[in-house]
């Protein structure tokens, strides 16, 4: 009686079996075919999961692409749940010219997971590790985007012999949570206290400016439980970062370009307004800690300036690769106006 029971079981879950492996050769077939597109865009010559290599930093495996020849190499970090295929475009431009190389952060894109705490300080030594066993030798151009902008700055800072020169791409400025937080604007930007409780962040948007070729692949690394994990636990400790960033010491005398958003993010309202003054403030405070920077607004760009206007970043790369080509000859410090906003 048993048996016959358990046999019956097993006829009325074969139908649930067969959708569950068909639902699973769905996922992988819709993993899969992006692969071929990406790998045409970066032209890359042979089919591969990722367009650059998996390294082996002894805790976990880090993703960078590198393409183009000739020194110094660039180097380049991803804001807040971000990839390396965000930077595409740059890249293309770049490449003619110098090497350049972005790479993923533990957890997003192809990177594996990384330990606990995602904070910019073991960021800033994983990056160095994954510079060192895939033998990229130094001195750097350092380009960080937002959250990025934190690496960029620690990692200039602890090996001011490895840093070339600086792009920050509307950077992140370590003091922005307090002063974000503080009265009139009273915005509470990252987790704090007992509003420690997200691990898992939803998926982030796919920017309409990403190549067409890449962004079905794009979508589906970021749906990946690591990325939305790794973006969720950055986002827990983007105060400690902050931290850690306004604790080091002053940048190296070395070449920067800080490039600012001239479009308005936030809201028309009063509030708004303050923010997007408050925002301006932070970003011409980040040119003023070094002592030879351009300070350029990309008038036509939202916060993503590389997917805006990708030109205009490569040229502030370039900018910078051909100073340190030449001995680092630097006119002046140069600020542009900040528009009203």
Known sequence: MFSKSRKLGNESLRPVLRLLRQLVAAMLLSFLLPVTLVSAAAGVTHLSSQPGRLVDIDTHRLHIWCVGSGQPTVIIDSGLGGNSLEWIK????????????????????????????????????????????????????????????????????????????????????????????????????????????????????????????????????????????????????????????????????????VLTRGKRVWSQSDRGQRMEQLWLQLQVELAERAQRVTHIVAESSGHHIHLDQPELVADSVHMIVDRVRSGGVYIAREFATPPAI
């Open 90 to 257: 740059v890249q293309r431009s770049l490449a003619r010219h110098v090497r350049v190389c972005s790479y993923d952060r533990a957890g997003y894109g192809w990177s594996e997971p990384g330990p606990l705490p995602r904070t910019s300080s073991r960021i800033v030594d994983e990056l160095f590790a994954l510079l060192a066993e895939a033998d990229l030798a130094g001195p750097y151009v350092l380009v960080g985007h937002s959250f990025g902008g934190y690496t960029m700055q620690l990692f200039a800072n602890r090996y001011p012999n490895k840093t070339a020169g600086l792009v920050l791409v509307d950077s992140s400025h370590p003091e922005q949570f307090e002063r974000f937080l503080a009265p009139p604007i009273k915005v509470n930007l990252a987790p704090s206290g007992r509003n420690r409780v997200m691990l898992l962040s939803p998926s982030p948007p796919v920017h309409e400016n990403l190549p067409d070729e890449v962004k079905s692949l794009v979508r589906t690394l970021n749906l990946k439980g690591t990325a939305r994990a790794a973006m969720g636990h950055e986002l827990l400790d983007f105060r400690l970062s902050a931290q850690q960033v306004r604790d080091a010491s002053d940048l190296p005398n070395v070449p920067m370009v």
